[in-house]
């Protein structure tokens, strides 16, 4: 063999050694962030569903406006009912949006997958929404 021929053949395994590594180091990224999108899923959905768990089973007048003689839903209350009940968890953040036509409540659950234990911030904040309304929840029945 020349001297040729070897400097071309340590630079092909050079090559093929160096696209082999980063061939698995992308695998392995990639089998960490379906994890983390895994496990933040499912954070989202128990959340998603101790609300309304809490929401059917708590005590249904406290959660009604108290203006008149209309059945609409108090988000001050909700809140307060769900802070007081939901443990805080890192990463997740609730928030509770009046529906445009003010029969509801939107709630959302938001948050970011993770990577190497930081929020990946380049992509969107993946969310859970659920419409609450007095009826869907068991409450004009109580009220009228």
Do not use: F, N, Y
Not at 30 to 37: F, I, N, P, Q
């Amino acid at each position: 063999m020349t001297i040729s021929e070897v400097v071309v053949a340590s630079v092909v395994l050079s090559l093929s050694a160096q696209l082999g590594s980063q061939s698995w180091t992308a695998t392995a990224r990639a089998a960490d962030r379906t994890a983390s999108e895994t496990a933040l899923a499912v954070q989202l959905d128990q959340q998603v569903l101790a609300s309304q768990r809490l929401l059917t089973a708590g005590e249904g007048t406290g959660l009604l406006l108290q203006e008149g003689q209309s059945c609409r839903l108090d988000p001050v209350a909700i809140d307060q009912l769900l802070d007081d009940a939901l443990p805080a968890i890192p990463g997740l953040k609730r928030e509770l949006v009046m529906a445009p036509d003010l029969e509801g409540v939107w709630l959302v659950w938001q948050g970011s997958p993770m990577h190497d234990q930081q929020p990946m911030h380049d992509q969107q904040p993946w969310q859970r929404r659920r419409l609450l309304t007095p009826a869907g929840l068991g409450l004009c029945g109580a009220q009228s």
